[in-house]
């Protein structure tokens, strides 16, 4: 493993990048995801996972049972946006002016 | 971080908006700045969140107008401390009958006034403007300052630039307590006892437990907001769409309108990923063969009366609260602002209608 190895094959992100977040202190996946956004891609951190964790764990001198898993979101896997239609299908569009200001 | 336990300033709380203000008090030349955050940077508030940078349609019009002032430092920002992929993509807030028209055209003579640039697109102007909108959409207001930032980025080169100045970081490390002796304050955390002449409260959602501490009332609210990430797609949403989505650059779409009082409860649930997903087609229809990769949720802090929390807490000397919602459109602001208060105890632009003192007023 060198600095332009790849860890996250989604997202393009190196070893050295992972290094790069590690340095500011991260201590979990999750940590290093929101950073570097390595297990944010298509397959949700099923292939990075591992290494990065086996990175923390040396890093940081824990066990690697003690690095908790990501946070697991629906969907598992990948579906297409529609497959979500519920029913009722008659509902008004939603807008802020309808509805109030919901903008960050 | 090293072994000095005096500090001239602490800031409590680690995201968009402490080291916003972090920022701007080193770039100042602030020396001796402590920053402590219970978790790691973008664990809470900040680092979940569409990122929008957002003028238009904010009330009241002063409010407006005041995110406006903070959606011009991004551009500066930008040049000091890095890529942050801040883009100003212009905002569309769209609606789809003739009785919006009438609020819109309400909400644009007003905000005119106030100084912010909006305007009433047509259906056709629209579409022009977004060629893949639902051909359903009545009209739309628009405004060119509104855009988005990369919220991940923008932590990660603020805190780049905090270190290049000097400013220590304790992550991980939550705050148990606070007192104040001999004119200083004393931060009793889970890594020890850290003093400083001026401390600042801006822990978000946790700023209330904060403010208990020194028997400050902070009147906050949670409130959750969900979204829906898609896979990468190629560029089709060029706006900021109010109230809504937008595309990020490396090609995901953001859908997430939704605002609920679910306290600290950051599970996405179906019935709301249900009804997202279909306004994000029934506002852009072709969005319903895109793959979704995930969804995720975020608290909101939103101050009771829903204008930021800003400036020196009146009954304890030394001290300063930020704490609001919209951070990161006014992370530049804020920044600014409560650094110049903090260190000559003045700002440029008025915070008057931003103290905390406007709640006790209220109750006498």
């Not at chain 1, 690697?64 to 896997?77: D, E």
């Not at chain 2, 003739?98 to 309400?106: G, I, L, S």
């Not at chain 2, 909400?107 to 305007?119: L, R």
């Not at chain 2, 769409?241 to 859908?255: H, K």
């Amino acid at each position: 493993m060198n600095e332009e190895t790849i860890i996250c094959p989604c997202e393009d992100v190196t070893y050295s990048d992972l290094e790069s977040v590690l340095s500011l202190g991260a201590e979990t996946f999750d940590d290093v995801k929101r950073f570097t956004r390595c297990g944010m891609g298509s397959c949700q951190a099923k292939a990075c996972f591992y290494q990065v964790s086996k990175l923390i764990s040396k890093r940081k001198q824990i066990p690697l049972s003690k690095i908790p898993y990501t946070h697991m979101r629906l969907p598992l896997r990948m579906i297409p946006l529609e497959s979500l239609l519920g029913e009722d299908k008659e509902k008004p569009v939603k807008t802020s002016l309808s509805e109030g200001h919901a903008n960050e | 971080m090293n072994n000095q336990r005096e500090y001239e300033v602490i800031i409590i709380g680690a995201g968009v908006v402490g080291n916003g203000i972090a920022y701007h008090l080193s770039d100042k030349k602030q020396k001796n700045i402590l920053v402590i955050d219970k978790g790691f940077p973008l664990s809470g508030t900040s680092g979940a969140t569409q990122a929008w940078v957002w003028v238009h349609g904010k009330k009241p019009d002063t409010y407006a107008y005041f995110t406006k002032c903070s959606a011009e430092l991004y551009p500066e920002l930008e040049r000091k401390i890095g890529d942050i992929e801040y883009a100003r993509t212009g905002g569309i807030e769209p609606f789809f009958s003739v009785e919006e028209m009438k609020e819109a055209e309400k909400m644009v003579q007003s905000q005119s006034n106030a100084g912010i640039p909006v305007e009433l697109l047509s259906r056709e102007e629209v579409l022009k403007k977004e060629p893949y909108f639902s051909q359903n959409v009545v009209g739309a207001t628009y405004s060119p300052v509104d855009g988005n930032v990369n919220p991940f980025k923008l932590l990660e080169k603020y805190i780049k630039a905090n270190r290049a100045h000097d400013v220590t970081f304790s992550f991980y490390n939550e705050v148990t307590g606070i007192d104040k002796k001999a004119g200083k304050f004393v931060v009793h955390t889970q890594k020890g006892k850290f003093t400083a002449e001026k401390l600042v409260l801006a822990g978000g959602l946790w700023t209330k437990k904060l403010g208990a501490f020194l028997n400050v009332s902070v009147p906050i609210e949670k409130v959750r907001g969900q979204i829906i990430v898609t896979e990468p797609l190629k560029p089709f949403i060029h706006h900021t769409i109010g109230g809504m989505m937008r595309q990020m650059q490396c090609g995901p779409v953001l859908i997430g309108y939704s605002m609920e009082k679910a306290g600290y409860d950051r599970r996405s649930t179906l019935d709301i990923i249900q009804e997202t997903a279909k306004f994000g087609i029934q506002y852009y229809p072709d969005l319903a063969k895109a793959n979704v990769v995930r969804c995720f949720s975020g608290i909101r802090v939103i101050p009771e009366d829903g204008i930021p929390i800003l400036g020196k807490v009146p009954q304890v000397d030394q001290l300063y609260i930020a704490v609001t919602h919209s951070g990161v459109t006014l992370s530049p602001l804020i920044g600014t602002l409560m650094s110049e208060l903090i260190m000559k105890d003045t700002t440029s632009i008025s915070i008057k209608d931003y103290q905390i003192s406007r709640f006790s007023k209220q109750s006498v």
